[in-house]
């Protein structure tokens, strides 16, 4: 029995020599190098490239997500000698010297190991389409032109493949009551979003693709709904923007184009602000314009813009003057942003002989934590031959709100607002007719509560109560049940989601 072991012995050991001398052997005969992960690339990308699968290429580097590869990152690669012998790779480095980058492959070769057989050079760069469906955009076939006729230049030679493509969309829907009563399917004053009363609605819906490259930026953005019908140009009330801008030099850019307002705190989209609704502040503000920027970033903290628009909120040409303009961002610290906008401009026709000289002067500043958003704002404007009483005489107002947002977990939230435009003139808000039948302007507070659930990241749910008030007797501007008042109540459900 005992010889019979020390038999079973001398065999398992024999047996264990000779595996681990065929590992030794087969890890003499692969190379391993490293590569740079570019621009473009995948694992399923070098896998095909390279003649390697990719459960090797995350089997050799630890990885167990195939699509978490980042750009800059090192992965280990092993080839096979042919013959025992291997060609030239692109770079090489030697004994005791770093590691280093090949410029245009990637490649790096450890140090001190034999030289790997690289197969052909393939380009790595590929026109990238950021889809929300669909994580591997190589993939992704380009569809055929729909119009194949005669091309001027070669269609190689039309496409940059440098930028990235973004294709986003947005819905947006509600129900609202206000104690004002307009007339069926009558828009409330200051109509914005959610502008019908006791009706369902849709806000926005909205599709829209950005361009990027290092020298050529774009935007174009379609919309459709109750704000654009609302509060839009009405003549080319599908466009929300569709601008094109170019690098000049390093951190100047210019845009030139069709653009959603940069001015104030809040934005026309609700998944942007705080509130569902928008402050009469923001109501009084420029919502589109039509002109160029001149975009500077001389550090990352500071950016200085110059504009020039044809009117303040609009996009055709009024009169042969322009609206001129600058702005300038701060953000000292990554929780906190400061923005100035100031600007000049004259909306009068040219036929009229009295015209009405505007600057307009808006600062606002946002402040976040990890459980909370603080936004607030001060407007200051005067206009020229624009007092009620005397129009020859010079109009002012000011405006301001504040908005505070906490959020108790990822999902839940509470919010408010208060608000306060002085604009007694109508300057910016225009006039309304009073209970006496006299036309004035506005000196309005408001105060907003809201709650928000979010039952995925990309979408919401809010209910909001908001409170209007007129601090004058003759400030009587609302009407309901059949009699005049100096406040309103709104209710307001939204919801929204965007990808």
Excluded at 31 to 51: A, E, I, M, P
Excluded at 103 to 112: L, S
Excluded at 365 to 392: C, H, P, R, V
């Amino acid at each position: 029995m005992a010889r019979y072991f020390c038999l079973v012995k001398t065999l398992l050991a024999s047996l264990v020599f000779l595996l681990f001398f065929k590992n030794v052997a087969a890890q003499q005969d692969t190379v391993w190098v490293y590569y740079t992960v570019q621009k473009g690339d995948n694992l399923y990308r070098l896998s095909l490239r390279y003649q390697v699968t990719v459960q090797q290429i995350m089997d050799w580097n630890g990885l167990t997500n195939a699509d978490a590869i980042n750009v800059g990152q090192r992965l280990r690669l092993g080839f096979k000698k042919v013959d025992g012998n291997t060609p030239n790779p692109p770079q090489t480095t030697q004994p005791n010297q770093p590691v280093e980058q090949h410029k245009e492959t990637g490649w790096v070769i450890e140090p001190d190991t034999p030289k790997p057989e690289i197969p052909a050079k393939v380009p790595t760069k590929s026109f990238k389409v950021n889809h929300p469906f669909n994580k591997d955009s190589s993939q992704r076939h380009e569809p055929a032109l729909i119009y194949s006729g005669t091309r001027i230049a070669p269609k190689e030679e039309e496409f940059d493949t440098t930028g990235t493509l973004d294709i986003t969309g947005y819905i947006s829907a509600y129900y609202a009551y206000y104690t004002d009563s307009v007339g069926p399917d009558s828009y409330q004053k200051f109509p914005t979003l959610s502008p019908h009363s006791n009706e369902v609605g849709l806000n926005l819906v909205q599709l829209s693709a950005k361009y990027k490259s290092e020298k050529i930026r774009g935007i174009i953005t379609l919309h459709w709904g109750d704000m654009p019908d609302a509060a839009w140009s009405p003549r080319f009330n599908l466009f929300q923007q569709a601008n094109l801008g170019i690098r000049i030099v390093p951190k100047l850019w210019f845009d030139i184009g069709y653009f959603r307002t940069h001015v104030g705190l809040e934005s026309v989209q609700p998944r942007e602000n705080i509130n569902s609704t928008v402050s009469i502040t923001t109501y009084l503000e420029p919502y589109y314009l039509s002109g160029a920027k001149l975009t500077w970033q001389p550090f990352k903290f500071l950016t200085v813009q110059a504009n020039m628009f044809n009117q303040f909120n609009g996009y055709i040409e009024t009169n042969q003057s322009k609206m001129w303009g600058m702005s300038a961002m701060i953000d000292p610290s990554p929780n906190v942003s400061i923005t100035l906008n100031t600007m000049k401009t004259d909306d009068v026709p040219d036929y009229n002989n009295l015209h009405k000289p505007r600057w307009y002067h808006d600062l606002y500043m946002i402040w976040k934590t990890s459980k909370s958003i603080l936004g607030f704002e001060a407007n200051y404007g005067l206009q020229k031959n624009s007092q009620i009483a005397d129009s020859t005489a010079t109009a002012f107002m000011f405006s301001g709100q504040l908005a505070f947002k906490y959020c108790f977990t990822k999902r839940f939230s509470i919010y408010t607002r208060g608000e306060y435009v002085k604009d007694t003139d109508g300057m910016m808000s225009g006039t309304f007719t009073n209970g006496q039948g006299k036309n004035v302007g506005i000196d309005i507070y408001g105060i907003t509560g809201g709650i928000e659930v979010k039952p995925i990241p990309n979408s919401y749910v809010r209910f909001e109560y908001r409170r209007l008030n007129d601090n004058r007797s003759e400030g009587d501007i609302f009407y309901y049940q059949g009699n005049y008042r100096t406040y309103r109540n709104e209710f307001v459900f939204s919801t929204g989601f965007w990808f």
